[in-house]
């Protein structure tokens, strides 16, 4: 299974720490070799080392965790990491080498970041997210960065798809976080704890106000189009609001019009324009049901399951042109796969008691460079004899024929151990 641009070779075949590939030829040369030792069986004791295989390795001791890696560049030489003690390292000769990201700010440096965002449009352009209202810039792939002011502390950072001027950003107002009555600096009431939304024109530089009592956003279809949900009461501490009273709100020219899609909303997903909301049931306080449009501007439209049974949480798991799979939590834990055909309001079971984490997850993986591939777990009635044991399946239609896996419990010693990153 071949990646299709794979940079890094994160293993424990024994050894545990980054790997440096010399070229693309050498890695294709491991993977057929993984990909050898699954198909004729595989043991502990046939796993190769990383000198057999002809791995060079090279340490770097970094402050905290690996959070997250991007690129950034037009090629593959420029690195972006995020450390779990939020400390920022850039790269740009293909990991050989890792600069500490430290800013100055008056007198100090500032070296303490929260998130990291690269535009796909023009990926030189890195924004860093901070813990109070400056944010850091770099239009040269993180070669050089410059701290800016930005209206709150933001929480996140999205680049457009389909465009590299336009961002979006949400934050907290100051007193969610502690008693302030100071304003924001485009005149916002900073001393109501509040979400807000803002959006930038010029490729992050500055940033104008969009909506607050924010929950929820994301990219729409089209350059300017923003799907949101946000709180219909617009006072108050948003945290104390109730949260079964939210919009759907839809944008085609970034918020001069909006247009309400439903209301009584519990979440949403927008995934290859398709716009799935989960909404309370009007009967029945307890109760959701869900909704899917092909287009954020369609109307939005019930799905029917087969059977009536508690529907707790959804999670979207493949969106494909004919159909889509989705996940559903109906207890503790557990919940059933369905696919939604051409119509996309009947339902089809065809996997049950797939374990879900607390995150809402379901335990369905992508076979990364196999289009419609999939491995999935499910809690087996009976296996050897245990009850509640794990199976794994396969499906190579987008989930809607599911095999077992063979030799999965013979493998899991090798594959499990393994973890193959791409970037």
Not at 26 to 51: D, F, Y
């Amino acid at each position: 299974i071949l990646p299709p641009s794979p940079k890094f070779l994160t293993s424990a075949i024994p050894c545990s720490t980054t790997v440096e590939m010399g070229n693309l030829q050498q890695l294709m040369q491991v993977l057929l070799l993984l990909a050898c030792i699954a198909v004729v069986g595989c043991s502990a004791s046939s796993s190769p080392t990383c000198e057999e295989v002809g791995l060079k390795l090279r340490k770097r001791h970094l402050q905290g965790e690996v959070m997250d890696v991007v690129r950034t560049g037009e090629d593959e030489e420029h690195f972006v990491i995020l450390t779990s003690k939020r400390q920022v390292y850039t790269s740009h000769d293909g990991g050989r080498s890792w600069k500490h990201v430290k800013l100055r700010a008056g007198r100090k440096n500032h070296a303490i970041f929260t998130g990291v965002s690269v535009s796909p449009v023009d990926p030189r352009t890195v924004l860093l997210s901070t813990p109070d209202r400056r944010y850091a810039r770099s239009h040269d792939s993180g070669r050089t960065f410059r701290l800016h002011n930005g209206p709150v502390a933001f929480h996140d950072i999205r680049p457009n798809p389909n465009s590299a001027n336009l961002w979006l950003a949400s934050g907290f107002s100051p007193s969610c976080f502690a008693n302030s009555r100071t304003r924001g600096s485009h005149g916002d009431d900073a001393s109501v704890c509040k979400r807000s939304l803002y959006f930038s024109r010029d490729n992050g530089k500055s940033w104008e106000s969009a909506l607050h009592y924010l929950v929820d956003y994301d990219w729409g279809s089209c350059k300017e189009c923003v799907v949101v949900s946000m709180h219909r009461e617009q006072k108050g501490h948003q945290f104390s609001l109730n949260q079964r009273e939210i919009l759907v709100v839809y944008t085609q020219d970034l918020f001069n019009h909006k247009r309400q899609i439903i209301s009584a909303a519990l979440g949403f997903r927008h995934v290859k324009n398709h716009l799935f909301v989960a909404a309370q049931d009007p009967g029945n306080s307890d109760g959701m049901h869900l909704y899917v449009s092909r287009h954020p501007a369609d109307p939005l439209r019930r799905v029917k399951f087969p059977k009536d049974v508690p529907q707790r949480r959804y999670s979207v798991v493949d969106v494909v042109a004919h159909q889509s799979m989705i996940s559903v939590e109906h207890s503790d834990g557990l919940g059933d796969l369905y696919v939604l055909e051409h119509s996309e309001t009947e339902a089809v079971a065809v996997l049950h008691k797939v374990p879900r984490d607390r995150y809402g997850h379901a335990s369905v993986t992508p076979i990364k460079g196999l289009n419609g591939g999939y491995i999935a777990n499910v809690v087996s009635e009976s296996l050897f004899g245990q009850q509640g044991a794990i199976r794994s399946v396969f499906s190579m239609d987008h989930g809607s024929h599911w095999e077992p896996l063979d030799k999965a419990d013979v493998c899991v010693d090798i594959l499990g151990g393994m973890d193959i990153v791409y970037y």
